[in-house]
């Protein structure tokens, strides 16, 4: 298994992991689990990020990289303060708004790993701004 794979695999567990533990944490069953919920998803961040540390390398758009990382860093930051987040009726609305982003983040990580696979197969990145500049068409 290569690098690409393993943080894919550790990506999708994280992922699956959370969502079944919130789902737990949400029936108001489960609050002691949310340290154990807080930490993978903090694996699940970290490994986006050298995701995007990788795709950064294999000359993937810096401004793919750039708002794929910036979504990590939103997910954390809405993890840790939601439960401050309008307290009420209406609170169930910060719950989904968590949960929607919280998923984002394991979509960008897919779709950075994609862009990944497919740009080191096709090999070519334009020596001087580093982007990947061309198809498999184009040659
Ligand atoms: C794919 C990643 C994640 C998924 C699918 C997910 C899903 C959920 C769900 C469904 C809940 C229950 C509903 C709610 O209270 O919002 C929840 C609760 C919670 N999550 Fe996440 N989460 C993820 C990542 C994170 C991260 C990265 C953090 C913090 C760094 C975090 C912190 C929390 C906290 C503190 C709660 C309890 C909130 C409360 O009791 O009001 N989650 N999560």
New binding site residues.
């Given amino acids: 298994m290569n690098g690409l794979k393993v943080a894919r695999a550790i990506l999708l567990a ?2 699956a992991l ?2 079944v ?3 737990v ?2 029936t108001g069953s489960g ?1 002691r689990l ?1 340290p154990v ?2 930490a ?3 694996v ?2 970290g490994t986006l990020w050298i995701i995007c540390a990788v795709a950064a390398r294999s000359g993937i758009a810096t401004g793919t990289v750039v708002l794929a990382a910036a979504w990590g860093a939103l ?2 930051v809405l ?2 303060v ?2 401050e987040l309008v307290p009420g009726n209406w ?1 169930w609305t ?2 989904v708004l ?2 929607v982003i ?2 984002g ?2 979509w960008w990580g897919r779709r950075l790993l994609q862009l990944t696979v497919r740009a080191r197969s096709l090999g070519a990145q334009d020596p001087v701004s580093g982007s990947l500049v061309a198809s498999s068409s184009s040659r």
């Fill in positions: 994280c992922g959370l969502l533990l919130g789902l944490i949400w609050d949310i919920h807080i993978l998803g903090v699940l961040v997910v954390i993890g840790l939601q439960e609170h910060i719950q968590h949960l919280s998923m983040a394991i």
